[in-house]
Nanobody, 115 residues
């Protein structure tokens, strides 16, 4: 049972990345998923989330209009499309799956925004 986050990298300001969170060993359909990030020297913060029940989504104010979370249950994957990236978006991005008493964290994928 694991979550695998991928898709991070180095981009210039204004660039885009799409992060993927692939589940193996369990079905993501029943799980609400969150994306978190941790910048150097800072605590982990929730960035975005998507509900398992009705697909409703959540974004922190600083990423609204730039990030989009989506899920493809057939691929057992949740995505975070990140557009117009800014230096303040730098960090290690983690996905987190929650359902009742079960929760799983993926390993991080690093996002660096620099010219």
């Amino acid at each position: 049972v694991q979550l695998q986050a991928s898709g991070g990298g180095l981009v210039q300001p204004g660039g885009s990345l799409r992060l993927s969170c692939l589940a193996s060993g369990f079905t993501l359909d029943y799980y609400s998923i969150g994306w978190f990030r941790q910048a150097p020297g800072k605590g982990r913060e929730g960035v975005s989330g998507i509900s398992s029940s009705d697909g409703s989504t959540y974004y922190i104010d600083s990423v609204k209009g730039r990030f989009t979370i989506s899920r493809d249950n057939a691929k057992n994957t949740v995505y975070l499309q990140m557009n117009n990236l800014k230096p303040e978006d730098i960090g290690n991005y983690y996905c987190h799956a929650v359902h009742r008493n079960y929760d799983y964290w993926g390993q991080g994928t690093q996002v660096t925004v620099s010219s």
